[in-house]
């Protein structure tokens, strides 16, 4: 009899064991890791993302934004409602950008809070294909010998086509303005050399301005090293004269710089880095004053 009252003492304390709440055992839960660092990618093909937790456990997650929902009973029983049951790397395709919510369960441990890990990748081969065939397309030859340009105050004016014989910068530039269609707004009309833009566009959530020589830096660390379209330059100088020069980058894409200027018009040009393509003008043209952001 003694033997049989032990046995089923025993048999109790296990029933017991099963269904007593988790968070009476361990008042905690198990955290989540991803294997690549959540931010922004240029690559040309996929990431592969793994999610890191301790063995045994249990993840669930979605990639769609919404928020992965499970329950988790004292049996360890799963019953996932929204999400699904993670096991195995996790593919984000680039030119996606994907936001991974996970969270965890273990029997005896409480549901873990979500987890959130965003990746933007993004394809620089596909990026820069694309602007350069939207740039084939500009064709400044259509365009009529004087622009008319937009000013807040007064009486609007125009860039002319030519100077001494050569394609005037601040034409191109505010005909390239157009054919993307950010035209370019200026405070007043005149006193618009190339240097002289930057003081001149009125600053808003359409031109966003940057000053200085190292402007083109500061626009890409605001936009976290993203894709970048539209920005107008300034520069001191154009040559020996004192006019000064103004020229549009059509794309900044993880930091390589692709345009076309006054010099050599149509012809679409690369610059492998911000400072290779301040070397290459400083000797002509000096620093740069400021830089312009365009958006549409």
């Known amino acids: 009899m003694k033997k049989i009252s032990i046995t089923f003492l025993s048999i109790v304390l296990i029933l017991m064991l099963l269904v007593i709440s988790p968070n009476d055992v361990q008042a905690s839960y198990i955290g989540i890791q991803p294997t690549v660092k959540p931010g922004i990618y240029y690559t040309d093909t996929n990431i592969e993302v793994g999610l890191i937790t301790l063995p045994g456990v249990k993840i669930i997650y979605t990639i769609d934004g919404s928020t992965p929902i499970a329950t988790m009973n004292s049996f360890g029983s799963l019953n996932i409602k929204n999400g699904r049951l993670y096991n195995g790397p996790i593919s984000i395709r680039y030119g996606l950008t994907r936001t991974i919510k996970a969270i965890s369960f273990r029997r005896w441990y409480e549901k873990s809070p979500v987890f959130s890990f965003t990746y933007e990748v993004y394809s620089p081969f596909r990026l820069m294909e694309a602007a350069r065939i939207k740039h084939s397309y500009f064709n400044y030859i259509t365009y009529n010998s004087k622009l008319y340009y937009k000013v807040q105050r007064g009486n609007p004016s125009y860039f002319n086509k030519y100077n001494n014989g050569n394609i005037n910068c601040t034409w191109y530039t505010y005909a390239k303005s157009i054919y993307y269609n950010t035209p370019v707004l200026f405070t007043s009309a005149g006193g618009l050399d190339g240097r002289q833009w930057f003081g001149k566009v009125v600053p808003s959530i359409h031109q966003i301005k940057y000053a200085g020589n190292n402007g083109l830096e500061a626009l890409i660390s605001a936009n976290k ?45 690369s610059e492998a880095s911000v400072s290779n393509f301040k070397s290459k003008y400083y000797a002509h043209n000096g620093s740069i004053v400021g830089v312009v952001h365009l958006i549409p």
Do not use: L, Q
């Not at 549009?248 to 894409?253: E, L, V």
């Open 225 to 269: 090293n993203r894709p970048i379209y539209n920005v107008i330059v300034s520069f001191e100088k154009n040559g020996s004269g004192t006019s000064g020069h103004v020229m549009m980058i059509d794309a900044i894409i993880n930091g390589k710089i692709y345009y076309s200027e006054s010099f050599s018009p149509g012809v679409w040009k």
